[in-house]
C-alpha cells in the first residue's frame, strides 16, 4: 500500500519493567575518522590466505552464490518522517515523540534530505534514478517497531540497476570484479531491544525508531568471503566520501546481512540460502562466509544436502562459529 498520507495508527503494547522501557546508556559517539577497515590489516595475511586455501579444498567441484544487504544509517539532522534529532549514545528514549513512537493520528512528513541522500548514493553506483517513487508499508508486529509496520519501499525504489567495480588485492588471486546492484531503496530503522541475561523480559529503546535507513541489495555475483568483504568496505568507502553516512559498523551505522548457498559447478539453478547476521567488521564477514561454505559443502558431500535449510545464522566471533538466531536476535 502507498503511503501518501498515514493516519489512525495503531500502537502494539510495548512490555515495561519498573514503568519504563529503556536499555542501559551507552557511551558517547566516538570521534569520526574517515579511516576505511582494511580487510587485510584485521587479521594477518597469512592467516587469511590459509583461510582462503583450506576453503578452496574444501569447495572442490561446488561453488557458492553470495549476495548482501547493507543497510546504511544516513547522518540527517533529523529522523526520516518527523523533526526528531538522532545522536549515537543519547540517554535511551530521549530523542522520540509521538511520530516515531506511532502514536494514533500522528501524520509523518518525509525528510527531503533523505532523498538527496537516495539520488546521491544511486548515481554513485551506477543505478538508474526513478523520476516517480512512492513508500510502501512493511507490516510485521515486534515490540521495537511501535506502528506494527515499516514505511520502506518495495516495487518502485528510488534507484535501481547499478553495479560496484573493485579490484581484488593480489594476495587473494587479484583481478577486477564487476558486482552488480540490484536496487537501493530508502525506509526507516527501528527501535532496539536489550534482553535481560535471565530472558524473561526485554526492555526497549526507541531513539533509533524513524532513523533514515538506505538499503543496498546486491545481484549474487560473490563467489568467496574476500569478495563479499571487499564489495562491503568498497560501500562504506562510497558512504564516507559522499558524506551521507558515517559507515561505522561498530555502532551499527552500516550493517551486512548475507545470503550464501553453494551447489555443484556448472548448474544453474542456486542452492537453498542462508541468512548470515551479527557481523560487526569486513574480516568478520569474510570468516563467516568461508565458514558457512565449507559447512554447506561438507553436507552435499556426505549426500546430507536436505539438511541445509533457509534460516538465520549469527555469527560468533568468539567462538567462529555460525549459531542459529532466535527471532529475538535476527
Not at 579511516?35 to 572442490?60: D, G, I, L, M, Y
Request: glycine content about 8%; charged content about 20%; hydrophobic content about 35%.
Amino acid at each position: 500500500m502507498a503511503l501518501p498520507l498515514l493516519r489512525g495508527i495503531t500502537t502494539p503494547t510495548l512490555f515495561r519493567s519498573n514503568g519504563m522501557f529503556c536499555t542501559t546508556e551507552r557511551p558517547p559517539l566516538a570521534h569520526f575518522t574517515a579511516r576505511t577497515e582494511s580487510v587485510q590489516t584485521t587479521v594477518p595475511k597469512a592467516a587469511q590466505q590459509a583461510t582462503k586455501e583450506a576453503t578452496e579444498q574444501n569447495s572442490q567441484g561446488f561453488e557458492a552464490v553470495i549476495g548482501i544487504e547493507t543497510h546504511v544509517q544516513l547522518s540527517t539532522i533529523t529522523k526520516a518522517f518527523c523533526s526528531c534529532p538522532y545522536n549515537y549514545g543519547s540517554q535511551p528514549n530521549s530523542t522520540v515523540c509521538p511520530t516515531c513512537m506511532g502514536h494514533p493520528g500522528t501524520l509523518p512528513v518525509l525528510n527531503a534530505e533523505v532523498v538527496e541522500c537516495a539520488v546521491k548514493l544511486g548515481l554513485a553506483l551506477n543505478c538508474d534514478i526513478s523520476m516517480a517513487s512512492k513508500f510502501d508499508r512493511k507490516q510485521y508486529f515486534y515490540p521495537d517497531l511501535p506502528k506494527g509496520y515499516q514505511i520502506s519501499q518495495f516495487d518502485i525504489p528510488i534507484a535501481e540497476k547499478g553495479y560496484v567495480d573493485l579490484d581484488i588485492p593480489l594476495e587473494f588471486g587479484g583481478g577486477h570484479r564487476r558486482f552488480g546492484i540490484t536496487r537501493v531503496h530508502m525506509e526507516e530503522d527501528a527501535g532496539k531491544l536489550l534482553h535481560s541475561e535471565s530472558g524473561s523480559y526485554s526492555q526497549v529503546d526507541l531513539n533509533r525508531a524513524g532513523v533514515p535507513l538506505l538499503e543496498i541489495v546486491s545481484e549474487p555475483d560473490m563467489r568467496t568471503g574476500i569478495e563479499a568483504a571487499e564489495y562491503g568496505a568498497e560501500i562504506q568507502r562510497v558512504v564516507r566520501y559522499l558524506g551521507v553516512g558515517n559507515g561505522n559498523m561498530q555502532e551499527g551505522s552500516l550493517r551486512c546481512d548475507v545470503n550464501v548457498s553453494v551447489r555443484p559447478i556448472g548448474q544453474s539453478e542456486f542452492g537453498t540460502k542462508v541468512e548470515i547476521k551479527n557481523m560487526n567488521s569486513f574480516s568478520a564477514i569474510s570468516r563467516a562466509i568461508d565458514y558457512e561454505i565449507s559447512r554447506q559443502v561438507l553436507l552435499h558431500k556426505e549426500s546430507q544436502a536436505d539438511q541445509i535449510v533457509q534460516e538465520t545464522l549469527l555469527w560468533d566471533e568468539s567462538s567462529q562459529f555460525n549459531a542459529r538466531a532466535s527471532r529475538g536476535e535476527a
